[in-house]
């Protein structure tokens, strides 16, 4: 079936690096993608969202990217801190009997090390 | 603003009790949806509403599992009887209806049915 999937489990970066956070999606149609941060205990976070008539957004130290040749999507992070460290999720929302609907992947755990 | 207020946070009960879970959306925002998050199988949506009208519950693992939004300003899940495996973190979420508006979700009421 179709669904929103993350390539990569589990990132491990230094404090200072960039980070590039993965997500593959299948449905052609979906028009509007967001990123969400989730630290422990606590909710999904909105970052930033694309709408698929574009291809990069820039926020403040994050940029999304959206290929849709190959139905991909990254986040990258810029010189990532400690409290970046969270799971990043993709999401893709999907127009459904007339309403959006927002389908979640599998999540990427960003881990930030000293 | 407070945001997506949900109660309890915690939640432990004995196989077969019956569970409310409740949540207050963002003042304004007339879409409100439950999502239910595991190891397992990530983050699900379990069912939305839109200006308190349940639009599609299709996400609803089954019969014991029931959603109601009464006013624009409270809405509930409730499972009766519970099981061990409906333990998860549930979160509410609410939004704007809209394609380019993104949710804000409350922070979750863990549940474990022992």
């Known amino acids: 079936g179709e669904s929103v999937g993350l390539h990569l489990p589990t990132l491990s970066v230094q404090e200072g690096d960039n980070s590039i956070i993965n997500c593959a999606y299948s449905?052609?149609?979906?028009?509007?993608f967001i990123w969400y941060k989730q630290e422990s205990g606590k909710g999904p976070q909105f970052i930033i969202d694309?709408?698929?008539?574009?291809d990069k957004r820039q926020g403040q130290r994050v940029t999304v990217l959206l290929n849709k040749t190959v139905k991909h999507l990254s986040l990258q992070i810029a010189a990532t801190q400690p409290g970046d460290s969270a799971v990043y999720f993709c999401a893709e929302k999907r127009l459904t009997g007339g309403y959006n609907k927002l389908i979640f992947g599998a999540g990427t755990r960003l881990a930030v090390h000293p | 603003d407070a945001g997506v207020i949900q109660s309890p946070r915690h939640e432990v009960t004995e196989m077969g009790q019956e569970v409310t879970l409740r949540c207050k959306p963002i003042s304004g925002h007339n879409s409100l949806f439950w999502y239910r998050q595991t190891m397992m199988r990530g983050l699900e949506l379990l069912i939305y509403f839109n200006n308190n009208v349940p639009i599609d519950d299709s996400g609803m693992p089954e019969d014991r599992f029931s959603a109601k939004m009464p006013n624009a300003s409270f809405s509930t899940l409730k499972i009766q009887p519970s099981e061990p495996r409906d333990s998860a973190v549930y979160f509410c979420?609410?939004?704007?209806?809209?394609?380019?508006?993104?949710?804000?979700f409350g922070s979750g009421t863990r549940l474990t049915v022992v």
């Open positions: 449905n052609s149609a979906s028009d509007y």
């Open positions: 979420a609410s939004s704007l209806s809209g394609p380019g508006n993104g949710y804000t």
């Open positions: 694309i709408r698929s008539n574009m």
